[in-house]
């Protein structure tokens, strides 16, 4: 066994969760900042996403789990507003805020499933809502086109970034399909009311 190895992948798993939690980074920035921090080698083996979402999970039961909570549920009321107003595209929440370790930090990250691409764009631009487009990776490595938006979210006394990420409708089909833990990657909004009608400690332990 490689202790040394060991020791680095706890060492970065840990630092790389107080920067998630405390910044509202992506795993992977995350672990990049972590690994310069700790001063280790820029190609050091980092902690796969399993091993992230264990230390994210354990920093906040220790340091915040009562104010993560309250900060949790309010960015999912942000996002069943937006899928509520955006329903006619299948709106489905991943990240963090449908995983349950958001807070106040992280943004919101809902997919889109539209029989035409530009529909979701138009849709925004009809209720005159300003967002800026850009293009992000899908979680099969292709570009998806993105639309991003800033809301208030009076809960938290201030404003979060929505990011739309808009899919051909075809792609809804696999969009469900159980990811390396065997969670559902993303739900819809029945099933993130399932999830809010939990209480915090059902909510970790029985994450779909």
Request: glycine fraction near 6%; include cysteine.
């Amino acid at each position: 066994m490689d202790w040394n190895r060991d020791s680095n992948h706890n060492d970065i798993a840990a630092v790389a969760a107080r920067l998630v939690v405390e910044e509202g980074l992506e795993y992977a920035a995350a672990k990049r900042r972590a690994v310069k921090q700790l001063g280790l080698q820029a190609r050091a083996p980092l902690p796969d996403n399993a091993a992230m979402d264990a230390a994210v999970r354990e920093y906040i039961a220790v340091f915040c789990p009562e104010t993560q909570a309250a900060e949790l549920r309010a960015l999912r009321e942000v996002a069943l507003l937006w899928m509520g107003r955006l329903a006619a595209f299948r709106p489905h929440l991943g990240g963090a805020v449908w995983h349950g370790t958001a807070t106040r930090h992280s943004d919101i990250y809902v997919q889109l499933f539209c029989d035409d691409p530009k529909s979701a764009e138009f849709a925004l631009l009809d209720h005159r809502v300003e967002y800026h487009p850009g293009t992000v990776n899908g979680w099969r490595g292709e570009p998806v086109q993105s639309l991003t938006l800033r809301t208030r979210c009076n809960a938290l006394g201030q404003w979060v970034l929505v990011h739309l990420m808009v899919h051909d409708l075809d792609d809804l089909r696999g969009a469900l399909k159980p990811d390396a833990q065997g969670r559902k990657p993303r739900g819809d909004a029945p099933a993130l009311r399932a999830l809010m009608a939990q209480t915090p400690t059902e909510t970790q332990e029985h994450m779909p």
